[in-house]
Nanobody, 115 residues
């Protein structure tokens, strides 16, 4: 079993930055691929970023050049650095961990981009 706890969400003005963190426990973190999804009000959950256990990274096109995902296997943590935030980035952001056919989710953290 893997437990995930997100932190770092909040309210930020357009153009600002936030750093989301996801701390995991309960299993071997380094063997899991990790990533982030987001869900805006009235919309389906959307893929944002992914980092494999070996460090391969993928982003949705809308965040390329603005967001950066990283992982620290020593601290069992995955981080999403979000820069140049836009109002359309407003959503609940969910961390996930996946290995084989198992996927685990965090509870989500709210990100609001507004002036």
């Amino acid at each position: 079993q893997v437990q995930l706890v997100e932190s770092g969400g909040g309210l930020v003005q357009p153009g600002g930055s936030l750093r989301l963190s996801c701390e995991t426990s309960g299993s071997i973190f380094s063997s899991y691929a990790m990533g982030w999804y987001r869900q805006a009000p009235g919309k389906q959950r959307e893929f944002v970023a992914y980092i494999s256990s070996t460090g391969t990274i993928t982003y949705v096109d809308s965040v390329k050049g603005r967001f950066a995902i990283s992982r620290d296997n020593a601290k069992n943590t995955v981080t999403l650095q979000m820069n140049s935030l836009k109002p359309e980035d407003t959503a609940v952001y969910y961390c996930y961990a996946t290995r084989s056919s198992n996927t685990y989710w965090g509870q989500g953290t709210q990100v609001t981009v507004s002036s």
